[in-house]
């Protein structure tokens, strides 16, 4: 009896994982590995609660950096998600500071959770608070 409950409550939490594939297996933005430090000496506006900033590492990717609190950064890929790669798939940074905005299609995103008007999410990327005075962005 015991093995039978067990293997009923093995099936049950297998069928609730699943795949987020439209957060994960985003077709317009390719994923690349890199590690970019920040030096937050020199990107003082980083040092400002909610005040984004668009940087590109030396490879070429871009992202949007944000401070939430002190040990709280958020990092985006600054491409529109739900759009291929072209002149206009860059985000742009709306009046607001926390939205960021496609000149393509007019999707709008935020610059907290990612979550915007479209099917795609924008791609996260992780950040880790050093503590020299910098952040390290990484994929």
């Known amino acids: ?10 099936l049950v939490v297998l069928i609730g994982c699943s795949r987020d594939s439209v957060r994960n297996n985003n077709p317009y933005i390719p994923s690349y590995n890199f590690s970019y430090i920040i030096n937050l000496n020199l990107n003082t506006p980083l040092t400002i609660p909610i005040n984004p900033v668009v940087l590109t590492e030396p490879s070429g990717i871009s992202m949007i950096v944000m401070k939430i609190t002190d040990n709280d950064y958020r990092a985006w890929n600054a491409n529109c998600p739900n759009h291929a790669l072209s002149s206009c798939s860059k985000l742009i940074i709306k009046e607001d500071k926390v939205n960021a905005k496609c000149t393509c ?5 935020s610059l907290f959770t990612g979550v ?11 950040v880790e608070v050093l503590g020299n005075n910098s952040i390290r962005v990484f994929n």
């Open 1 to 10: 009896m015991k093995n039978y409950l067990f293997y009923i409550l093995s």
């Open 105 to 109: 299609e007019n999707y709008e995103y």
């Open 116 to 126: 915007g008007t479209a099917k795609y999410t924008m791609i996260p990327y992780q």
